[in-house]
């Protein structure tokens, strides 16, 4: 009998990795961690739509998720942009769920959406083009729909550089270029060699000066210690009128931060963002603009304020 060589050899299976197992885990795992990823979302909108975050003390969803869930700025991002997405269109809950779409996808896609101002119907024409696609596929489809110039943000970077300088990256209008150097060249006769560094922090000196309630002149700090106006009688009484003096000494005492606080872990909110000086006890119920009855709130507490009052 004539045996070729592979016929006389028998044939020996490999041996099955033992780990093998893993992946069918691992699997199970990414489906888990979607289903949960769905709740989160749908977990999020529930509470933006009771402001439990104002409540708690947080000026924004995304405050919210950073501070008090532990997400890092890009993960809040991404699913306070996804609660935002699902608000008009449900869906995507259930294309989140399944894997069709996930969560990097979904912001990039929101990033053009906000660029072009593309209306519902074309939101979710894009939407199914990039279903099931890669990172790299979705950018392809989302510039190939809406062009280039969609794709490039206008990106600021701030990254902490050595001792107490920062590095700041931002994209000016040729314009705005040319206006640093004007300022540059009209206060020469103070730094001759003055860097955009010296012109953005003279810059920053003069407008706190000028904008913040916290800063002022001396002339001004002198009127703090004999408050004139608001007396019954003077023309400025009506108890809605706070006088400039009035706001620093808020300003100062609040220390240029929102005082609302969560009534339930006294945790203080401390945003700088928008803020409004608001009557403890509102005027229509007898409330008058003195010290004891004025408080700092950013614009979000102040909104939840009118909602519950
Ligand atoms: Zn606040």
């Known amino acids: 009998m004539n045996f070729t060589y592979e016929q006389s050899q028998p044939r020996v299976q490999p041996k099955a990795d033992p780990n093998y197992f893993l992946h069918d885990e691992t699997l199970n795992l990414v489906k888990e961690e979607r289903r949960l ?28 998720a950073v501070k008090a869930l532990g997400y890092s700025e890009s993960c809040a991002y991404r699913r306070t942009s996804a609660v935002k997405m699902a608000r008009v269109m449900p869906e995507i809950k ?7 779409l996930n969560l990097t996808n979904l912001s990039m896609a929101q990033g053009f ?27 392809k489809i989302l ?11 206008k ?40 860097s955009y560094a010296d012109l953005i922090d003279d810059m920053c000196e003069y407008m706190l000066k000028k904008l ?15 408050p004139k106006l608001n007396k019954p009688g003077h023309p400025h009484a009506s108890p809605r009128y706070i006088s400039p003096q009035l706001k620093r000494r808020i300003w100062q005492r609040d220390q240029g931060r ?31 603009a003195s010290e004891q009855n004025l408080r700092l709130l950013c614009h979000a507490h102040h909104r939840l304020r009118e909602l519950e009052s």
């Open 258 to 288: 929102c005082t609302y606080r969560d009534p339930k872990t006294d945790r203080r909110c401390e945003s700088h963002h928008l803020l409004q000086i608001d009557h403890v006890l509102p005027v229509c119920r007898g409330g008058q």
């Open 37 to 64: 990823t769905g709740l989160v979302i749908e977990n999020l909108q529930k509470i933006q739509d009771s402001k439990l975050y104002l409540k708690m003390g947080y000026s924004s969803l995304f405050e919210y």
């Open 212 to 226: 913040d309630p916290m800063k002022g002149d001396a002339k001004s700090r002198t009127a703090i210690a004999r």
């Open 113 to 139: 959406f906000a660029k072009v101002n593309a209306d519902l119907a074309r939101q979710k024409e894009i939407l199914e083009k990039i279903e099931n696609c890669s990172k790299r596929e979705t950018e």
């Open 155 to 194: 990106r600021e970077v701030v990254q902490t550089a050595s001792g107490d300088e920062a590095l700041l990256h931002v994209r000016l209008k040729h314009e705005t270029l040319k206006k640093l150097d004007r300022l540059k060249s009209l206060r020469a006769h103070k730094n001759p060699r003055m």
């Open 94 to 100: 259930q294309k989140l769920n399944s894997g069709e």
């Open 143 to 153: 510039v190939r729909e809406f062009g280039t110039k969609a794709l490039a943000p």
